[in-house]
């Protein structure tokens, strides 16, 4: 498997290095580099780190320490892989738990973890990590975590380091599939941890939404609103449909089944796993990278990402929600970087009395807007237009409901039908109108958040970053007080056209003429719309005139 990662690797180096200037995607108009930006052309060069070279606290906690990880196929599994390969060169090896899965084996499915252009920058600096890094067959839903007897018993004689990250995070998902997961999945994951030989420590990546029937959360335990033990019990015995239907009445005040069996997995925590070294780490919604190891990097449309993509792409141009209300976002390498010093530290510590939970989220010290967002990323955005785009940006947020339901009908429903209705004409396939079903059913699923503002309690990981040593403090950055949204924002749009969309830097030229020529044809739309308004409004005014004698 490590021979297969290496040849990958000296195939693809020359496509790994950052690419040469290209000419007309910078010009007197567009002055900024993309790949500069994003920081590809910043790489540091290759460097062997001898056995005797003593590094930082934290990167010597990971000295020989091999790491289990479950999740990390996922967005935030794949940069904490990226991380602690990268930043802890003496680390010994990182098993990484992965199920076959559309046709392909566990090897396979390894070698396309490290296809993503997120690790440019480890194939360039650490050439060498391929053989630090290896998959183990099984799956989080399945008794004893699908492991075979000789993984189960190569885990409990090497392991000291886990991060349990894997988790079905679909708000929708169905409650067997949830509880399987995100909770029968943790408690296997105590049982392993039991058995393991040398354990130092075990980090359970949990979300700061697992109580968010509460709009004070503090960093601890609440009781929740069912025992996991009897919901494990009724999904066991009561068919798919019947669960379906109980669902809500199942979960309660709880907007979906992931917060629901989130809480349900913490609740097992506390309950079964005081004996043993772990935390419980919360983050908040989880975003593009901040700084590393490039900026704007991210692979998933959840949260305020769709909605971005959706607006910039020309596709969405309006949404139901309040722009007021604070969003509490976090940059995944912040929450990567938080999670491995509160791992260090937990296993570091004295032994305290109660399981350490730490809040990674924003809010308090950096809030913003979602209006003061979305103005940001439109700025900034505007000079990296997609060549898939179907229209220029136009996009607006409501809390009204007449308001919305009316720029929802003229802005999705109509030119939806329209255009679809002229692509069957021409013997292509309509796609726009379930497009904005699925925008509709995901803005059902999201409404719970739609106008609510959370206060999450983060002292925790503030009295942690104070704990680190200046070292420590520069390879592993989560100082909130740090955070700029518009740095981040900066290369928050491009980096989706680069790593989500996968839009070749090359078409930008193309790109932003396309841009130019839907700015022309947008605004002639709204001449025509807003004449036909007025033509409208005075036909209507001019009856009475006219009956009236005043014209």
Request: overall charge neutral.
């Amino acid at each position: 498997m490590a021979l297969d990662l290496h040849r990958k690797y000296i195939e693809k180096k020359q496509d790994s290095a950052p690419l040469a200037p290209i000419k007309d995607i910078i010009n007197s108009k567009y002055y900024l580099d993309p790949l500069e930006l994003l920081g590809e052309r910043s790489f540091d060069e290759p460097r062997e780190v001898n056995e005797s070279e003593i590094g930082s606290p934290v990167q010597e906690f990971f000295r020989d320490a091999v790491v289990f990880l479950t999740g990390g196929t996922g967005f935030m599994g794949k940069v904490l892989v990226e991380k602690l390969l990268r930043t802890c060169p003496h680390i010994k090896h990182i098993y990484l738990l992965i199920r076959s899965k559309k046709g392909k084996n566990v090897d396979e499915r390894l070698e396309d973890i490290f296809e993503d252009r997120l690790f440019k920058r480890l194939k360039h600096e650490v050439p060498k990590y391929y053989h630090k890094v290896s998959g183990v067959a099984g799956d989080c839903s399945l008794p004893g975590l699908g492991l075979s007897v000789s993984s189960r018993n190569t885990l409990i004689n090497e392991v000291n380091i886990i991060f349990h990250g894997a988790a079905t995070v679909r708000f929708d998902e169905h409650i067997r599939v949830a509880m399987n997961i995100n909770v029968s999945g943790t408690r296997e994951l105590i049982s392993l941890a039991r058995n393991i030989t040398n354990l130092k420590v075990m980090a359970h990546i949990s979300t700061a939404f697992s109580n968010c029937n509460r709009m004070h959360v503090d960093e601890k335990f609440y009781d929740p609103i069912a025992d996991y033990n009897d919901v494990l019990k009724l999904v066991s015995s009561t068919d798919d449909e019947t669960l379906h239907s109980m669902t809500s009445k199942i979960i309660g005040d709880l907007p979906n089944t992931y917060s629901f069996t989130k809480s349900l997995a913490e609740d097992a925590i506390r309950r079964e796993a005081q004996d043993l070294p772990i935390l419980v780490f919360r983050p908040t919604v989880v975003v593009g990278t901040y700084r590393e190891p490039v900026r704007g990097w991210i692979d998933n449309v959840y949260g305020p990402t769709g909605i971005i993509v959706g607006a910039g792409t020309g596709v969405l141009h309006t949404y139901y929600l309040d722009a007021n209300i604070v969003t509490d976002i976090i940059p995944v390498d912040i929450v990567v970087n938080a999670l491995i010093c509160a791992t260090h530290r937990t296993a570091t510590s004295r032994k305290c009395d109660e399981i350490p939970i730490y809040t990674c989220s924003s809010s308090i010290q950096k809030p913003i807007r979602w209006k003061e967002f979305m103005e940001l990323n439109k700025r900034h955005g505007m000079y990296w237009p997609t060549i898939r785009a179907i229209w220029y940006y136009s996009f607006w947020i409501t809390k009204n409901p007449f308001l919305f339901a009316m720029l929802n009908f003229f802005c999705h429903t109509v030119p939806g039908y329209t255009l679809d209705t002229l692509a069957r004409f021409s013997g292509q396939k309509p796609i726009l109108m379930n497009i904005y079903k699925k925008i509709d059913k995901v803005r059902d699923i999201l409404a719970y958040f739609a106008d609510k503002e959370w206060t999450f309690i983060n002292d925790r990981i503030l009295a942690l970053w104070d704990t680190l040593d200046s070292q420590d403090k520069e390879l592993f950055n989560f100082d909130i007080h740090q955070l700029s949204w518009d740095y981040f924002c900066q290369a928050h749009c491009l980096g989706l056209r680069v790593y989500l969309v996968k839009d070749d830097i090359h078409t930008l030229p193309a790109a932003r003429k396309k841009w130019e020529k839907l700015y022309v044809a947008h605004n002639i739309l709204l001449l025509i719309v807003f004449g036909i308004m007025l033509f409208c409004i005075w036909s209507i005014v001019s009856v009475p005139l006219k009956l009236t004698g005043l014209m």
